[in-house]
């Protein structure tokens, strides 16, 4: 018996075409599975099949139903794979049928990957409705900013209603105060009715501290491996099969059933798993059959903290098969030119000549010396094209992870912030902005959470005021359970139409404009580039070339007018 | 700054020109560091170099003087890399000068590995002394029998002088009792001088549970990943320089200074490494320099329970190097087909089908359920020549592991025992004997420690008869920390020289020596095989050609006369 026989056992209730619902449940080490069907004196057994499946066809539960599992008995519990839960992380789950949704992108088909401009969304700040429904209403200004993606924060569903998404814990299902998984579907119609991408954030390295309840069902986690979240999701452990399959199955059922044009998985480097197939090489085996059953392009973008080209080498090469990675470094180089101080992460940035390094090597550190993480650390990617590589001035993570989520601009001067606005744009690497950056939004992007279990709400806190406690003289922590914290975050639309907002604006719809028209900028890669810094003067250039065309970028870092020598080019 | 920097400090106390002893410890959190020579009142002191190294270049220390490092001005521990430990695990190193020895193996060549057929040695229980000279005194024994390579059980140096070798804790440092260093180099010469290949049991996965003060000079472990013996040993995290450059110099050690052939690296399923390079691969590319610039030859080979052919792959194919494995499953499979009852790991085995599977595929496992294992194991090797996986009918461990320790030859019917020994000798894959069983040697070999912390032995008795609490009416399980456990798992000089012993030991030296002169048995390879089995007579049959030559071995494992058919092979 190979692993092809999975392939019976899709976990989820499903309708088939006479709309009987066909169950499947992976519960392996329980000795009685049944569906509770809310509202209505239905119980329906459920079959044990091989492999700790456990199945039934029924008619007693039709789509808009709310259900649970009862395990041996006892137990109640919603759908591991559960699309819906109206009533949140404890509540039941509502069998949905995602084929009724009724599609209107038959004309979309996703840009190259070389074209994405992506731009990073918050759905519960990003307006002030916070839902899916409401980012709509702002695509034709995402049209018209020239942003050809957008990314989407986790959505799977989190307690409570304020969250960035990592402490979902339901992965199948799409936050009800979003708009559910009909709203999502929705908002992406509506993308691809405008040309627009959707990427969509998912988590497959831990789940959140509430509401989890898989482990009921099955050895989903595994002692062999510890995370920053306690024990790791168990990709090669004893029952690593059904892991496995539930996780590829999300995947593939956000591009199937959501139309997503590409995953953003985060923090990969958290995934533990030493099997002869990693997951991620897994994932994109599948993704390829999916493709090439449906003719649809979809990517597969990681958040990578390994500086190790392993995950976006092609499958041929051993690698994973990634199409592109996050690159966090260029980030850091950049802030630290830029004037932030050399602390934390950044102790191991100097500058411009890191600068310099990323722009030419993508990895900073490909072999040296890491004084932060106190090995050597990384290895060359020279091979790797610059569409595999993401790069940013900002994103959720180095704002909110600040004691008082400063946005970038709030700490640099007006020139500056023009300044790395195009080192991000103009770099031969995919650049994504964060929400609001194009018009310097005051507001913070902070810190928050809605746990309904007080005691964990309280831990957050605590934490959070701990994190930041050598800060005590810029101020407290905002409190993070606080439902003003989550509404300081939320940008201002009113702003983009005032000065000097709206001329910042105009400057990043200049400079994307730019980067999708000229032919340099357009098509150059990483070979057609030559990077010089010099760090007396904090100055660079940047030269890119394609055919008979150039593009010099003189980049000058210090606050004084400086002269800069523009090397010759054989 | 790269990690070639490390080559400017290998720890130790080596003795250049001049002389002098040069002296690096690496012991990146200490705050003070000197060396305390015994018996005189010299106290040398180490100077703080860059990434925690320390270094002192000194007279005051010569080969043969006993010595400790005193860290922070109190603790006075041995050397990590010390050879020589002549009063035990918690004793002072001694300084050894190991080019002293004067070597007389200039001729000797290592074998092609495609010609080992390995003998695996217990040094304690070999012969009555249980030393490295006594072994040398076997050897024209071992000459005789036929065997190519001789594979010694770990040698460094473990807690007082009974010891299987894997609870050793100071892996640069050969056992006292078993003859030192010294004694070392003496038996690698002597078996050079008679052309047979030396391989080294080396242990890379965990250090032993008493006398492990690595942790004193450094983070040695990792909590990020847990083993079977606890925390895993640190191959990525913070300061995992420096324990990947002590590993890779033992391996590098081994080969230089003291001749061995071939490591077989212990359970390196249980080294926990998500670096770009690999431990293993890593220490394949140093061995490959050392090979180059001493155009000696030298083998890599891993115990392995992943069926995961990455780790014996070629470095061009992203593969670990590894020059072969052992496969258990061969081992398995065989041992049911010849009766062992299908309990614990014998429970995913079968009997003829996988004894025919393993066969033509290595891994009897290549992507089936495993039922024990509780997953889909392994994948496919079909391209990964015979030469790279090592069989046995029985080895240390099979033998050991039992609560009695008995050897096969104890559970077997005399003809089932030859039936063993030819499946294993007329494989294409590389044969292991477990000494004595040429001669059916009938005492056991069984698990014996001696440690000298009275609760850790205390916690070893109680473990062993826990283990074997279900088999309490086949009596207790012996005391591994008695003497006599150990005494009664020596071999039995006097047997081989009586019958029914000499019977099987002429036919073990024909079977071998068919195996080295058969045009076919010598040269046919994983291509020019085919098998076929019949679990209803229990019959198998291996086909194997090469050229114009063909061989047939009918192997009946029932326990009546059974007809086989010869398949025709076109």
Chains 1, 2 share one sequence.
């Not at 452990?237 to 539930?246: A, C, F, I, P």
């Not at 139309?259 to 985060?266: E, G, K, P, W």
């Amino acid at each position: 018996m190979d692993s092809s026989i999975l392939n019976k056992y899709k976990p989820g209730v499903r309708f088939n075409s006479t709309g009987q619902a066909e169950i499947v449940l992976w519960a392996p080490e329980v000795q009685k599975a049944e569906v509770v069907v809310s509202g209505r004196d239905e119980t329906i057994s459920l079959t044990r099949q091989e492999l700790g499946y456990w199945t039934a066809t029924t008619d007693k539960i039709k789509p808009g139903d709310l259900y649970k599992f009862r395990l041996n008995g006892e137990k109640e519990l919603s759908d591991p794979v559960s699309l819906s839960l109206p009533e949140g992380v404890h509540g039941p789950s509502k069998a949905v049928k995602p084929d009724d949704f009724v599609w209107s992108d038959g004309n979309w088909y996703n840009h190259p990957l070389d074209e994405y401009i992506l731009y990073e969304i918050h759905t519960g700040t990003f307006t002030s409705e916070g839902t899916f429904a409401s980012i709509e209403e702002k695509l034709d200004y995402l049209k018209e900013l020239g942003i050809t993606a957008i990314e989407l924060m986790p959505v799977a569903q989190f307690p409570g209603e304020r969250n960035w998404g990592y402490d979902g814990v339901a992965p199948f299902a799409v936050q009800n105060s979003y708009g559910g998984p009909e709203g999502l579907q929705h908002l992406v119609n509506a993308c691809h009715r405008k040309n627009i991408a959707v990427i969509l954030d998912v988590v497959y390295n831990h789940l959140g501290p509430e509401g989890n309840y898989l482990p009921e069902f099955g050895p989903y986690f595994t002692s062999k491996y510890n995370t920053p979240w306690g024990n790791a999701v168990n990709f090669d452990d004893e029952y690593s099969y059904g892991v496995r399959q539930y996780f590829i199955e999300n995947a593939l059922m956000w591009f199937r059933d959501f139309h997503i044009d590409a995953l953003r998985l985060d923090a990969v480097h958290a995934i533990k798993d030493f099997s002869p197939t990693h997951i991620l090489r897994e994932i994109r085996m599948e993704l390829d059959k999916l493709m090439s059953e449906t003719g649809r392009k979809h990517y597969l973008i990681v958040e990578l903290d390994l500086n190790d080209n392993r995950f976006i080498n092609p499958l041929e090469k051993g690698g994973y098969g990634m199409d592109a990675q996050w690159i966090d470094e260029f980030h850091h180089a950049l802030r630290v030119t830029a004037g932030e101080e050399q602390t934390g992460y950044y102790s191991d940035f100097h500058g411009i000549t890191h600068l310099a390094k990323a722009y030419q090597d993508a990895y900073v550190y490909d072999g040296q010396f890491s004084e932060h993480r106190k090995k050597f650390f990384g290895i060359k990617a020279d091979e790797n094209p610059a569409g595999q590589f993401i790069v940013f001035s900002q994103n959720h993570d180095q704002v909110g992870n600040r004691m008082c989520g400063e946005r970038i601009n709030r700490l640099l001067s007006f020139e500056m912030k023009k300044l790395v606005a195009a080192s991000v744009l103009l770099s031969p690497y995919l650049p994504m902005l964060f929400m609001g950056e194009e018009w310097v939004e005051p507001n913070p992007f902070l810190y928050f959470v809605s746990h309904t279990d007080p005691q964990l709400a309280e831990s957050v806190r605590e934490g959070r005021k701990e994190e930041f406690a050598d800060f005590h003289e810029q101020g407290e922590a905002p409190d993070p359970v606080s439902e003003k914290t989550f509404l300081q975050s939320k940008l201002q639309w009113h702003l983009p139409g005032q000065e000097p907002h709206s001329t910042v604006l105009n400057y990043y719809k200049k400079l994307i404009s730019l980067r999708k028209t000229h032919p340099v900028l357009k098509n150059a890669g990483r070979k057609e580039m030559r990077v010089s810094s010099d760090q007396t003067t904090e100055t660079l250039v940047l030269q890119r070339w394609y055919e008979n065309s150039m593009v010099v970028c003189l980049m000058n870092f210090s606050e004084k007018e400086q002269q800069i020598m523009i090397p010759e080019i054989k």
